[in-house]
């Protein structure tokens, strides 16, 4: 359908600080993807539309009253992996296959429903053929651009595709020129530049997939991390995604899950 936003999140744990030589604790890995995720239900259920919430199992096996709650409310759970701090793309087969598999079975025991997407930790990957193996159906690891010292993918299709038997279904970028405008991006740039690139994305395409962390809801401004990363968390970036919901739906967007924008029925 034309002009439908794929509203997605990321429900792990916050182990980012790891990589800036910041210990935390098991109770600040997960108390603020746990306070972000009430902070974004507030805006989703005020509004009452579906979105698509791919969670590990770390986060999940914490929390699994919150992700059944998430898909009785009629939201999608896709699979984020076993751990936030797990590399598919560089993982030995045998030992991804393992992982994948364990994974998906538990978080569909924690939810119960099919799992049928799955989202790579930091956007690392494995090959498409493993994910079909597990059982997936699509996969939307895909950010069709390039982020220094993460990855290149140029080259890569912005359109749903099929490849070895799993539809890929990328996360947006602006036309042409390939700039994101999601999570760090969409809070540094501004509403308007989210607005902007998500008119241009439909001009040329019938979908929007964005995804954000429910961490970036809570203030980390205090934390000893790059500006760019805890620039306008907390209570601006609720704002702001709260106006950008609204000025969706003042344009007669549709907001709906992945699973349903495929076409994928949602086995229970």
């Not at 651009?145 to 080259?155: D, I, S």
Request: charged share 30%; aromatic share 14%; glycine share 4%.
């Amino acid at each position: 359908m034309k002009g439908t936003i794929l509203l997605t999140f990321d429900l792990e744990e916050f182990d980012l600080p790891r990589e800036y030589g910041i210990k935390v604790s098991d109770e600040k890995e997960f108390e603020p993807p746990y306070r972000g995720l009430m902070k974004v239900l507030d805006i989703i259920d005020e509004f009452e539309f579906k979105c698509t919430f791919f969670a590990t199992n770390v986060f999940a096996d914490k929390n699994p009253s919150t992700i059944k709650n998430l898909k009785e409310k009629g939201h999608e759970i896709g699979s984020h992996g076993l751990s936030h701090a797990h590399n598919y793309s560089i993982m030995p087969v045998e030992e991804s296959i393992e992982k994948l598999k364990k994974c998906r079975t538990n978080l569909e025991t924690i939810c119960d429903c099919t799992v049928q997407g799955f989202r790579a930790p930091r956007l690392r990957h494995p090959a498409l053929t493993l994910l079909k193996e597990v059982g997936f159906l699509y996969d939307s690891s895909i950010h069709p651009t390039y982020v220094p010292g993460r990855y290149n993918n140029l080259e890569r299709s912005c359109d749903v595709k099929e490849y070895d038997g799993i539809t890929e279904i990328p996360i947006s970028v602006m036309p042409f020129i390939r700039l994101p405008y999601s999570w760090i991006w969409f809070r540094n740039l501004g509403v308007t530049y989210a607005k902007l690139a998500t008119q241009n994305t439909l001009a040329f395409r019938d979908f929007v997939n964005i995804y954000f962390h429910p961490w970036e809801f809570v203030d980390l401004t205090k934390m000893s991390i790059p500006r760019i990363i805890k620039r306008n968390t907390g209570e601006p970036m609720a704002k702001s995604l709260d106006e950008y919901v609204r000025w969706c739906l003042k344009k007669d967007f549709k907001f709906t899950t992945i699973s349903d924008y495929l076409g994928f029925k949602e086995v229970e």
